[in-house]
Nanobody, 124 residues
Framework: VQLQASGEGLVQAGDSLRLSCAASEIAFSWYGMGWFRQAPGKEREFVAAISWNVGNTYYADSVKGRFTISRDNAKNTVYLQMNSLKPEDTSVYYC??????????????????WGRGTQVTVSS
């Protein structure tokens, strides 16, 4: 399983950015997908998740209303649209895939496959 994230960038507060994560060597449509982030000196935290079946979405309170997770099963890709970015969103963002038969994939331990991180920096 390979997960390749892209879309990193340096933006100003209030700007938007879209991250993409392309998956290969998996039956993508059968996997729940998630985004996590980790800032220096902090633990990895949940950002957003989307289920494999009906596409239910879940968000951390800190990003709810600003970020949107979506998936395109035909392209084996999951997206994270980030609007109204804040300096506290600065972090390395990771995409992850889970084959668990669970809908609410909000814990890192639920994911078995991880991509390399991609840096998002928001200046004030």
């Amino acid at each position: 399983v390979q997960l390749q994230a892209s879309g990193e960038g340096l933006v100003q507060a209030g700007d938007s950015l879209r991250l993409s994560c392309a998956a290969s060597e998996i039956a993508f449509s059968w996997y729940g997908m998630g985004w996590f982030r980790q800032a220096p000196g902090k633990e990895r935290e949940f950002v957003a998740a989307i289920s494999w079946n009906v596409g239910n979405t879940y968000y951390a309170d800190s990003v709810k209303g600003r970020f949107t997770i979506s998936r395109d099963n035909a392209k084996n890709t999951v997206y994270l649209q980030m609007n109204s970015l804040k300096p506290e969103d600065t972090s390395v963002y990771y995409c992850a895939a889970s084959h668990r038969n669970s809908d609410k994939l909000i814990k890192a331990s639920m994911y078995g496959f991880w991509g390399r991180g991609t840096q998002v920096t928001v200046s004030s």
